[in-house]
């Protein structure tokens, strides 16, 4: 059975950077600009569904060293042909991530939405973040989300998760939040769908 992530991008790879722009989709700029002062030249950095390459692409261009992990093959086609990766693999995210490196970030836009269930990436940053290490996400988070809500989009399940929620998970983890930024996109390119996305930029204690 195919994964959730795996199901959305499946075909539309080719098309996946106009569609960024359709949908005003414009995290990873935003996690890029929140992010930069705590990055340097030679950082290595960890992208979580790296895709096409996007939202590492402003850290590469600043000089930190990129390794990405994505299901879609397609998608990591794409972004071999930027060459910017360090390393790319071909994994689920939902196992144990294979690298046992001690990174300086892990970032990951616009992918924890298939995910009802983030304690486990929690878990792998911690383990594979150095001290002081950071760990930056976007999740979907209306304000009127307590918890975790689901909802439905062409067939495929969405997780939306609340601020209190995401902070729980920080604390439990021993994570600092450092900032986080909630910003507005659309669901698909006709705009009748506004999603509230939230970035969570944190430490590793």
Request: aromatic content about 14%; overall charge neutral; some cysteine.
């Amino acid at each position: 059975m195919e994964s959730e992530p795996l199901k959305y991008n499946h075909g539309f790879a080719s098309e996946y950077d106009s569609l960024v722009r359709e949908t005003e989709s414009y995290g990873a700029q935003i996690m890029f600009g929140l992010l930069f002062e705590y990055v340097k030249k030679g950082d290595i950095l960890l992208d979580l569904g790296i895709g096409t390459g996007l939202s590492s692409l402003p850290f590469y261009q600043i000089g930190l060293k990129i390794y990405g992990i994505d299901i879609s093959e397609d998608m990591l086609a794409i972004c071999r042909k930027r060459k910017i990766a360090e390393d790319l693999k071909i994994h689920d995210l939902n196992d144990r991530l294979p690298y046992d490196n001690q990174f300086d970030h892990i970032i990951s836009v616009g992918v924890f939405h298939f995910f009802r269930n983030l304690e486990h990436f929690f878990e792998e940053s911690r383990r594979l973040l150095k001290k002081g290490g950071t760990f930056n996400f976007t999740v979907e988070s209306p304000k009127d989300v307590v918890g975790i809500s689901k909802r439905f989009f062409e067939g495929i399940a969405v997780y939306q998760h609340g601020q209190q929620h995401v902070k729980e998970l920080m604390r439990k983890y021993d994570f600092e939040l450092l900032k986080e930024q909630a910003f507005q996109s659309y669901n698909d390119p006709s705009k009748t769908l506004v999603v509230t996305t939230r970035i969570f930029i944190s430490k590793k204690h």
